[in-house]
């Protein structure tokens, strides 16, 4: 080879020695392998020399192989990796920063017509944070309109808390979200409340990323919606919390008003929207109780 | 070594991997849909296949994003197939396609919140589709762009037909709905277990008999038609 190119000699002889050095290597496992066989038995040792000859054979046919091919330099892989993560970086944030607005919109309609939909004869909606001191703090609709994006994020932290109107100004109900872990990951639900009776009335799946085709049923299936038609979520004497937390049982053992039938096949995601149903009715009910004379007050 | 030696031998080795750029033909867009289906001939990107294939719209948007994941990563790794160095090749492409999966996945979140809810995290999976890192492998890094292009749209919709086949059939089954509309009357009792996950082996087998059976027929008229031909 170093007489058909002579250019090359000068780069083929550095090639030769790491082709050398590891030779010796296999020889030494070759020596120790008659120790081995006194300890361990000849039928292992025997296949470990074959195996060890095989890859010796093996080395030998690919060295040439490695010879043929002319060496990349290592910053021409480097340059390459370099250059492809910048346009995969480009093209990334390009598309996020295209997409972002949209989606973040996108997810504030969505929660609004989600509000609006749950409260069936609402026709405005006022946003309300829970402050420190347990109560409802109306949000001002420029600064939430302003971030609604994060605003959308605070709901997925169990911010806030939405009140419906008619058009005369009446209180028609209220929305909150729970999040409770199901199956995948956490499902996140926005239940509608009824102050007065002191009930959950409706639920819809807000975020889940519960088995597509399972996961669905929670916002689907007609009997187990019936369990969120007169969701108990009273309190208990103190105001403080509810008076019988509401948890999931298996299929077909309701007996208690609260409490939620489970979908057959469907059991972890039935359980994670009771935790989210528990979670919101525990977080937002004692302080919209508290908060009732605000709430009355028309909106505007 | 003796043969590289050799002038020829060694020009004709230096060619080789750009001598197997094919021609553009119909058979280049067909063979992805039928002769060498993703799914249904070769089997593969099993994982999409049988996890979100319970409604057609599912299997529709998987298909559709796998496609587009396809025609993204082969147009940029046949434009820089002659730049990527073998030894960080598989790297290079699996970022590549993480790119496009990535800009996906942001796509379907801005198109339709329902759909990127139910799809759930297969949109991401869709980096270890294994389709995708072998048609990067076996053929876009070997071709020039247009023919890349047109294998990986006929690959693509040949994943997006086999998904939807699968997908309506258990959602039809299963659900009693196609693209969520009633089929049936309310004494429609579902077929629930074909939405399940044994569902879609039921289906996947069924599908594969089905092109199993026909493959041999065809095979059966030919040695038919050639012996008759012999003793004609």
């Known amino acids: 080879m170093s007489a058909t190119l002579p250019v090359q000699s000068g780069t083929s002889a550095p090639a030769a020695l790491p082709a050398l050095s590891p030779s010796p290597m296999p020889g030494d496992e070759y020596e120790q392998a008659p120790e081995q066989a006194a300890n361990q038995g000849a039928n292992q040792a025997a296949n470990r020399t074959r195996t060890l000859t095989t890859a010796q054979a093996s080395a030998r046919a690919t060295e040439p192989a490695v010879e043929q091919a002319p060496a990349t330099p290592s910053l021409a892989m480097l340059l390459t990796l370099g250059l492809i993560a910048a346009i995969s970086g480009l093209l990334v944030a390009t598309a996020y920063e295209y997409t972002a607005p949209i989606i973040a919109e996108k997810e504030r309609l969505a929660t609004e017509a989600a509000v609006l939909r749950i409260l069936p004869n609402a026709v405005a909606k006022r946003d309300f944070v829970i402050d420190a001191a347990g109560r409802l703090a109306p949000v001002d609709p420029v600064a939430g309109g302003g971030t609604g994006g994060g605003g959308g994020a605070a709901a997925g932290g169990g911010g806030l808390v939405y009140a419906g109107y008619d058009a005369q100004g009446q209180l028609q109900g209220l929305a909150f979200t729970g999040v409770g872990s199901g199956y995948a990951g956490p499902v996140e639900v926005l239940f509608a409340y009824d102050p007065q009776r002191q009930v959950i009335v409706r639920s819809k799946v807000l975020k889940s990323t519960e088995t597509p085709g399972f996961g669905d049923k929670l916002d689907t299936d007609p009997a187990f919606l019936k369990n969120l038609e007169a969701l108990d979520a009273r309190l208990d004497a103190t105001g403080q919390a509810l008076a019988n937390p509401i948890v999931t049982v298996k299929n077909g053992t309701k007996t208690q008003p609260w409490q939620i039938d489970a979908i057959t096949g469907a059991t972890l995601s039935s359980r994670a929207m009771g935790k989210a149903a528990n979670h919101a009715a525990q977080r937002a009910a004692p302080a919209i109780q508290r908060s009732l004379a605000l709430l009355a007050q028309p909106s505007n | 070594m003796a043969e590289a030696s050799q002038p020829a031998a060694v020009a004709k080795a230096a060619a080789d991997p750009f001598n197997r750029e094919e021609n553009l033909t119909a058979d280049t867009f067909l063979r992805g849909l039928w002769q060498e289906n993703p799914v249904f001939v070769m ?8 996890a979100v294939t319970n409604s057609a719209i599912n299997a529709l948007g998987m298909g559709l994003a796998t496609t587009f994941v396809l025609l993204g990563s082969g147009a940029l790794v046949s434009l820089l197939r002659r730049w990527i160095p073998k030894q960080v090749r598989i790297a290079s492409y699996i970022v590549i396609i993480a790119t496009f999966v990535t800009v996906v996945d942001y796509a379907i979140h801005a198109i339709s919140l329902e759909l990127y809810a139910s799809l759930g995290a297969f949109i991401q999976l869709i980096v270890v589709n ?44 299963g659900n009693g709905t196609l693209f969520g509309v009633a089929l049936f009357g309310d004494s429609f009792q579902p077929w629930l277990v074909m939405i399940l996950p044994p569902g879609g082996f039921f289906v996947l087998g069924t599908w594969l008999l089905l092109f199993a059976w026909l493959k041999q027929r065809r095979e059966r008229r030919v040695l038919a038609s050639a012996g008759a031909a012999a003793h004609g």
């Open chain 2, 130 to 173: 294994c389709i995708i890192l072998g048609r990067a492998e076996a053929y876009a890094s070997k071709q020039r762009l247009l023919p890349t292009l047109v294998n990986g749209l006929g690959m693509g919709l040949g994943f997006t037909l086999a998904l939807f086949s699968l997908g309506s059939v258990r959602e039809i089954l």
């Open chain 2, 43 to 50: 089997l593969l990107g099993m994982c999409p296949v049988l």
